[in-house]
């Protein structure tokens, strides 16, 4: 009798699949399945092939045609795992309907049938899903069911359900307030990741995503680069490999971001971007918000913000950021004033604080940036022990925000303490950026305090870091390199007329609305204008408008 030509082309499918390479896996399953159906074993290989490359529709397709299959041949067991990865897929998706839908039809098969291994299956499930609530308790339910599924599938040899368990717990445990014991069970999920023990590879990704994002969360740097670099590594051995989407991309962009990578940052973010659907694009809009900002494309960050805000992101503290790169300083401490008011929740305050004392002090309300330094370093007390995962970065914002309060409030030497110190905890942390904004308050300081030669230095650092991370507004509020700080001869080294035009520029009108408000030609105003950036060692409006409030003139 001849062996179907569909024969050896499921047996090629299976071994490429186990070699890894999914996408002549799909190929060989597929011929196959066009010449004989294949049976539903097969068919999760090839929906789990099509899954990997990216190809999510066509892997709801197989697993469907999979879990059918099963009842058909009164599989009950195999046809509950079809089950979960089809309420896994929907999910992934952000599509909660169907992988609800498909999570009860799990629930019945595993009672109706009196399974015991796959009950894991449907307790890791609940255990996920009730981690969409915001609500305590249904986290806590959350980790007694992760708990539970993980005591069925561990003594079962269920390594992908065991993962995903642990995954769900450690999150939970995050949610809790348990951060070292959440990490620690996020530890156990990727010991058994790393050491090839999983059975299905899209597990490998979920769980690689998952550890980078709680690591991000926890503010443990060391622990994202490091899951990151492990990951990427993983990823490269499977160039055909489609392992990031979506919210990973973003956390991807992050730690690109925080390493001085903003190139590759901003590469993420806009894959993010087109990869999620429009109501979840809240988080990569943001993201990709801060790059435009940081990289002097404001129209583009504008619109980012917009798109953050549009999918439930709140565009802040970055807008208020850019509305004070633009030298709107006035709406930028309008916006965070409000804020300052409005957010309560100590996650909110943590990330607005640092951009509030920045923008108090650039307006000269000093009282108002020294409340919000005291609070900064009010959290990072509460947060936990000085040797804590989270405690150096804690301590970098802590010693940031002194400095910036005491050199907005004229105290340089004192200033200079806090700021020298923030410098190398940046440094340590290895946050280019970040260090390079320390130094140039620091170098404004040491200008102050008559130590030229110094400042010279901090600010010739400060620009190499911006040159390289194309920090373009940055470098642009720099002096010039052969110059250096410049110290003012006097308290006020302006002209009356010059002064009118810091005012103005301060308000936020173009130098045409000066030149029309002065009676002047724009001309003439540029001219001023630069007669002001040379006196006051200064090289944009931003900075003028900084002058201006630092001065009182506004």
């Not at 709801?60 to 509950?80: E, K, N």
């Not at 995954?167 to 090839?196: H, I, Q």
């Not at 299905?200 to 690591?215: E, L, Q, R, W």
Request: aromatic share 6%; charged share 25%; net charge negative.
């Amino acid at each position: 009798m001849a062996v179907p030509s569909s024969v050896p082309l499921a047996a090629d499918g299976r071994r490429l699949y186990e070699a890894g390479s999914w996408t002549r896996a799909l190929e060989a399953f597929e011929r196959a399945d066009s010449d004989t159906p294949l049976p539903g074993s097969d068919l999760m290989l090839t929906a789990f092939s099509a899954y990997l490359l990216g190809r999510e529709d066509r892997s709801i397709d197989l697993f469907g045609r999979a879990f059918r299959d099963f009842l058909g041949t009164d599989d009950a067991a195999a046809a509950a795992r079809a089950a979960f990865w089809l309420s896994f897929a929907h999910d992934t998706r952000g599509d909660r309907a169907h992988a609800e839908a498909w999570g009860r039809r799990l629930a019945g098969i595993v009672d109706d049938s009196r399974l015991g291994a796959e009950r894991a299956l449907l307790l890791s499930g609940l255990g996920h899903r009730s981690l969409a609530s915001s609500d305590p308790a249904d986290t806590r339910r959350a980790l007694e069911l992760s708990r539970e599924a993980i005591a069925l599938a561990r003594p079962a040899g269920d390594t992908d359900t065991e993962v995903f368990s642990r995954l769900s717990a450690g999150w939970a445990l995050l949610r809790l307030g348990s951060t070292g014991e959440g990490l620690a069970e996020l530890d156990e999920a990727m010991a058994t990741v790393t050491s090839g023990e999983v059975n299905t590879p899209i597990v490998n990704g979920v769980a690689y995503c998952s550890v980078i994002s709680a690591s991000l969360r926890s503010e443990d740097l060391a622990r994202a680069r490091e899951w990151t670099a492990t990951a990427t590594d993983w990823c490269a051995q499977h160039p055909d490999l489609v392992p990031f989407r979506g919210q990973c991309l973003v956390h991807r962009s992050q730690v690109k971001m925080l390493d001085g990578d903003w190139s590759g940052a901003l590469e993420e973010a806009a894959r993010a971007v087109q990869r999620l659907l429009p109501a979840d694009t809240g988080l990569a809009g943001y993201q990709l918000g801060e790059i435009h900002r940081l990289t002097g494309r404001f129209a583009d960050a504008e619109d980012a913000y917009r798109l953050a805000n549009s999918a439930g992101r709140r565009p802040e503290p970055g807008l208020m950021l850019l509305r004070l790169a633009q030298g709107r300083a006035d709406a930028a401490a309008v916006s965070a004033r409000r804020l300052s008011l409005e957010l309560t929740r100590r996650s909110e305050r943590a990330e607005f604080l640092p951009a509030y004392v920045e923008v108090m002090a650039a307006v000269g309300d000093i009282d108002a940036a020294r409340a919000g330094a005291a609070e900064i370093a009010a959290i990072a007390e509460r947060a936990g022990p000085s040797g804590g995962p989270a405690a150096a970065l804690s301590r970098a914002r802590v010693l940031t925000a002194e400095g910036t309060v005491c050199c907005a409030a004229g105290e340089a030497a004192q200033a200079v303490r806090s700021l020298r110190d923030a410098s190398l905890a940046w440094h340590d942390l290895g946050m280019p950026y970040p260090e390079a904004r320390v130094r140039v308050t620091l170098g404004r300081c040491y200008a102050a305090l008559g130590d030229d030669e110094a400042a010279a230095l901090e600010v010739d650092a400060a620009r190499e870091a911006f040159q390289r991370l194309g920090a373009q507004p940055d470098l642009a509020a720099l002096p010039d390199a052969d110059r250096g700080w410049r110290r003012a001869p006097s308290p006020m080294p302006l002209t009356e007329r010059e002064v009118e035009v810091v005012r103005l520029v301060a308000a936020g009108l173009t130098n045409r609305a000066i030149a029309k408000e002065l009676v002047l030609s724009e001309k003439t105003v540029a001219r001023h204008l630069a007669n002001i950036y040379a006196k006051l060692g200064i090289a944009s409006r931003s900075a003028a408008t900084a002058y201006a409030y630092d001065h009182s003139l506004v």
